[in-house]
C-alpha cells in the first residue's frame, strides 16, 4: 500500500535559519503530495501541494519539488521565523484504491520549534 | 476559517454522558472524514462517507456513532467514553472525482476530554 516516510524530530532552530524536513513516500501510480501544518491547538492546513512530477509547490516562504526519481517531497523554508513554530505533515493522494474520493496517506508528522 | 467548521472547539464529558460533534461544510465537496489525534500518536482516520454513504469505518469502537445526513453535515455521536478517547477529533472534507488531487480541507478540530 501506500506510505510515506518523513524525517523523525523534533526539529529545533534559531530564528532566519535554513529549513529542511525530508520527506519520501511510496504509492502505486501517480499521487499528488502535499505538505499541511498544525499549528499548535489548531487543525490541519494545507501548506501546499504539487500534483506531476517536477511541480514545485510554494506558499508563505515553503517550497517543494515533486521528484518522482528519488520519490521524494522536501520541504524548504530559507529563513525560518518563530510563528513558523509547528507541526508539519507531508502526505499523498492516491485513486488506486479505486475510491472516487482518493485516499489520503499523512507521514508521522515533524514538530518544527523556532527561538528568536 | 478553512470552510470547514467544527463545534464544540473543546468538550469536556463524564464517561456516562452522551455527546454529539458536529461538522459542517460549505465547499460543495462530497467526501467527508472523521480522525482521531491522540498525543504522540499518527493521526488515526475513522470513518469515510462518500456521497453520505459510509464507506470506511476502520475498526471504531461502537461507542462512537456517525452519521451524515447530506453531503454537508456530519455527526459524531459519543456514549460511555473512556479516559483513553481524549483527543482531538478532526473532521476533514474533499472532492471527488477529477478534483481528488485538491486534497483534504480540514476543521480546527473538537478537543475533547473524557473524565
Known amino acids: 500500500g501506500d506510505s510515506v516516510t518523513q524525517m523523525e524530530g523534533p526539529v529545533t532552530l534559531s530564528e532566519e535559519a535554513c529549513l529542511t524536513i525530508n520527506c519520501t513516500y511510496t504509492a502505486t501510480g501517480y499521487p499528488s503530495l502535499f505538505w499541511y501544518v498544525q499549528y499548535p491547538g489548531e487543525g490541519l492546513q494545507l501548506l501546499l501541494k504539487?500534483?506531476?512530477?517536477?511541480d514545485k509547490g510554494s506558499n508563505k516562504g515553503f517550497e517543494a519539488t515533486y521528484r518522482k526519481e528519488t520519490t521524494s517531497f522536501h520541504l524548504e523554508k530559507g529563513s525560518v521565523q518563530v510563528s513558523d513554530s509547528a507541526v508539519y505533515f507531508c502526505a499523498l493522494i492516491s485513486n488506486a484504491g479505486g475510491t472516487s474520493y482518493g485516499k489520503l496517506t499523512f507521514g508521522q508528522g515533524t514538530i518544527l520549534t523556532v527561538h528568536p | 476559517e478553512t470552510g470547514v467548521t467544527q463545534t464544540p472547539r473543546h468538550l469536556v464529558m463524564g464517561m456516562t454522558n452522551k455527546k454529539s460533534l458536529k461538522c459542517e461544510q460549505h465547499l460543495g465537496h462530497n467526501a467527508m472524514y472523521w480522525y482521531k489525534q491522540s498525543a504522540k500518536k499518527p493521526l488515526e482516520l475513522m470513518f469515510v462517507y462518500n456521497f453520505k454513504e459510509q464507506t470506511e469505518n476502520n475498526s471504531v469502537p461502537s461507542r462512537f456513532s456517525p452519521e451524515c445526513p447530506n453531503s454537508s453535515h456530519l455527526f459524531l455521536h459519543l456514549h460511555t467514553l473512556q479516559p483513553e478517547d481524549s483527543a482531538l477529533y478532526l473532521c476533514?472534507?474533499?472532492?471527488?472525482?477529477?478534483?481528488?488531487?485538491?486534497?483534504?480541507?480540514f476543521g480546527s478540530g473538537t478537543r475533547l476530554t473524557v473524565v
Open positions: 476533514a472534507s474533499s472532492p471527488t472525482g477529477g478534483r481528488i488531487n485538491y486534497g483534504y480541507t
Open positions: 504539487a500534483t506531476k512530477a517536477d
